[in-house]
């Protein structure tokens, strides 16, 4: 008598069976892998469109600092010698706003482009911006609530130098810009002013300082401003997030 095949022995007529069913199997995961990459390329290409405006603005701000003569007037007499010596306060921050705003727009041109080629250096690259910005963005942050209370000195001892210099028309113009944008009176208040003629008619409308202005605003506005920036330290997460997870999509569906 013949030996009984094994009943664990593959059928012959079983193979093909197989060999379609994890072919099956294979095309499933690449097809689900293609969909998921569609949507997350969508998701990047829009939080990269949202970066574009976000870095469009810092930079036509900046470039409003720089250019728009009041701004000029207010950087010529505000902490000049005070702060930096040699820099100026304003000019800094202008500069500062300018090479962001570009920066953020190549980042998100980095974005965009590896989302749409599904290139993978492109993303890299665009992770790797997003977490230097990220690491800047926590220095920045750390920074400014280490050294509020001489960075708030700095903001008062600028006021005071800018008002004793009001005899100037440039010094003039200047301050006159602060008070209607803070709507305010003076340093400390319309006292300041005592009797002096150069009082401005705003004065008679203002009756707080503004230092006393400025302090008002970013304690009303405290939440908002932490808001804003947590927003944007989630936009670059996420950014960094959809990111990779792209580039392993990217690579299954290969």
């Known amino acids: 008598m013949g030996s009984r095949p094994s009943p664990f022995q593959p059928s012959p007529f079983a193979q093909p069976y197989r060999h379609d069913e994890m072919k099956m199997i294979e095309d499933y995961h690449r097809a689900t892998a293609v969909r998921r990459t569609k949507v997350t390329k969508s998701v990047l290409i829009l939080l990269n469109l949202l970066f574009w405006l976000v870095g469009a603005a810092m930079l036509g701000f900046g470039l409003y600092m720089r250019l728009e003569p009041h701004f000029t007037q207010v950087m010529h007499y505000i902490g000049v ?8 306060l304003v000019f800094i921050g202008a500069y500062m706003l300018i090479a962001a705003g ?14 749409l080629r599904e290139n993978v250096c492109l993303l890299k690259t665009y992770f790797s911006c997003l977490m230097i910005v990220f690491l800047s963005s926590g220095a920045v942050g750390i920074l400014v609530l280490v050294q509020y209370d001489r960075l708030w000195r700095i903001v008062e001892d600028s006021l005071w130098t800018l008002f004793h210099r009001y005899n100037d028309p440039d010094a003039e113009a200047a301050f006159g810009f602060i008070q209607s944008v803070l709507h305010c009176c003076g340093v400390n208040g319309p006292n300041d002013w005592g009797g002096r003629p150069q009082k401005p008619s705003t004065c008679s409308d203002y009756q707080v300082g503004c230092l006393q202005a400025l302090s008002d605003f970013i304690e009303e506005d405290y939440i908002a401003i932490a808001a804003l920036g947590f927003s944007a330290v989630a936009v670059q997460v996420i950014g960094m997030v959809l990111s990779c997870v792209l580039v392993r999509f990217i690579r299954r569906g290969r």
């Open 102 to 115: 570009g920066f953020i727009i190549i980042v998100g041109f980095f974005g965009c482009c590896g989302a």
């Open 81 to 88: 010698a005070d702060v930096f010596l040699t820099e100026n």
